[in-house]
């Protein structure tokens, strides 16, 4: 089974900087694109940034561009998001997962999440 567990989420105050992780199962990450994706309380699930395999290519929803920035490392098999400037309305439960480009995810499983919390 595909595993995807992410972690670094916390309470943070309006401007702030966090960055989260997410570790996957051995071999998910091979040759396909990653993606952050994100739920806030009452909405609907929204991609965030995706990266390509080599990193070379990298995607970002308009209301975090500039602020948010997206990494991998294959090696690890991790995938990374370093978000600055925190604000409000970025309180969500963040997810990665595998993506079908453009913005279409992969797999069906969804990790746990990490609950990101930006208060005023």
């Known amino acids: 089974q595909v595993q995807l567990v992410e972690s670094g989420g916390g309470l943070v105050q309006v401007g702030g900087s966090l960055r989260v992780s997410c570790v996957t199962s051995r071999g998910t990450l091979k040759n396909l694109t990653m993606g952050w994706f994100r739920q806030a309380p009452g909405k609907e699930r929204e991609v965030v940034a995706s990266?390509?395999?080599?990193?070379?290519?990298?995607t970002y929803a308009d209301s975090v561009k500039g602020r948010f920035t997206i990494s991998r490392d294959n090696r690890k098999n991790t995938v990374y998001l370093q978000m600055n400037s925190l604000k409000p309305e970025d309180t969500a439960v963040y997810y990665c997962?595998?993506?079908?480009?453009?913005?279409?995810?992969?797999?069906?499983?969804w990790g746990q999440g990490t609950q990101v919390t930006v208060s005023s």
């Open positions: 990266i390509s395999w080599s990193g070379r290519t990298t």
């Open positions: 997962n595998a993506v079908d480009p453009p913005t279409t995810p992969k797999y069906n499983y």
